[in-house]
Antibody, heavy 116, light 107 residues
Framework: EVQLVESGGGLVQPGRSLKLSCAASGFTFSDYNMAWVRQAPKKGLEWVATIIYDGSRTYYRDSVKGRFTISRDNAKSTLYLQMDSLRSEDTATYYC?????????WGQGVMVTVSS | DIQMTQSPASLSASLEEIVTITCQPSQDIGNYLSWYQQKPGKSPQLLIHSATSLADGVPSRFSGSRSGTQYSLKINRLQVEDTGIYYCLQGYSAPWTFGGGTKLELK
């Protein structure tokens, strides 16, 4: 059974940093592209970033480019999202997801609140 | 960026009714279109990929279609467990973009 478990969320002040993790199991992690998708409270879904299966390429939405870094450790079957210079508009539930035929499998999500 | 116009924004339907939700991209996306269901407090779930292919484990009352540049999700014989919010997603060109969502409720 595919499992994706996010961690690392919490309350952080504007301008500070936070690093999310997503532990994967139940599939061959190194074979899959992976993504982060977020959802602000009471709002719709928004793609944040994607990393290719071997880590060779990454893609970001413009609003996080230069502030967020997606990475992966295939030996540990873990996906990461380093979030720097956080803004109030980054407040959201962050989901990790496998990316093959669209976003096939999703984690349960982790809440990030950026507020002073 | 490709804009995904999803309609309707909300929908109330009766049990066993047929429901259709549509998405119109602002430019050609081929068949790089997927549909998701999200129940309150839960993660989204993939229903349809490649515009018309049913994801593993999804009931056959769900189907996807394409007519020209418009994409549709159809639910045959609506069930209680089908309530929630539905989203379309284009995966043709980065940034991948979602539709605004359709909130489906039972009448």
């Amino acid at each position: 059974e595919v499992q994706l478990v996010e961690s690392g969320g919490g309350l952080v002040q504007p301008g500070r940093s936070l690093k999310l993790s997503c532990a994967a199991s139940g599939f061959t992690f190194s074979d899959y592209n992976m993504a982060w998708v977020r959802q602000a409270p009471k709002k719709g879904l928004e793609w944040v970033a994607t990393i290719i299966y071997d880590g060779s390429r990454t893609y970001y939405r413009d609003s996080v480019k230069g502030r967020f870094t997606i990475s992966r450790d295939n030996a540990k079957s873990t996906l990461y999202l380093q979030m720097d210079s956080l803004r109030s508009e980054d407040t959201a539930t962050y989901y990790c997801a496998t990316e093959e035929q669209g976003f096939d499998y999703w984690g349960q999500g982790v809440m990030v609140t950026v507020s002073s | 960026d490709i804009q995904m116009t999803q309609s309707p924004a909300s929908l109330s339907a009766s049990l066993e009714e047929i429901v259709t939700i549509t998405c119109q991209p602002s430019q050609d996306i081929g068949n790089y279109l997927s549909w998701y269901q999200q129940k309150p407090g839960k993660s989204p779930q993939l229903l349809i990929h490649s515009a018309t292919s049913l994801a593993d484990g999804v009931p056959s009352r769900f189907s996807g279609s394409r007519s020209g540049t418009q994409y549709s999700l159809k639910i045959n014989r609506l069930q209680v467990e089908d309530t929630g919010i539905y989203y379309c997603l284009q995966g043709y060109s980065a940034p991948w973009t979602f539709g605004g969502g359709t909130k489906l409720e039972l009448k």
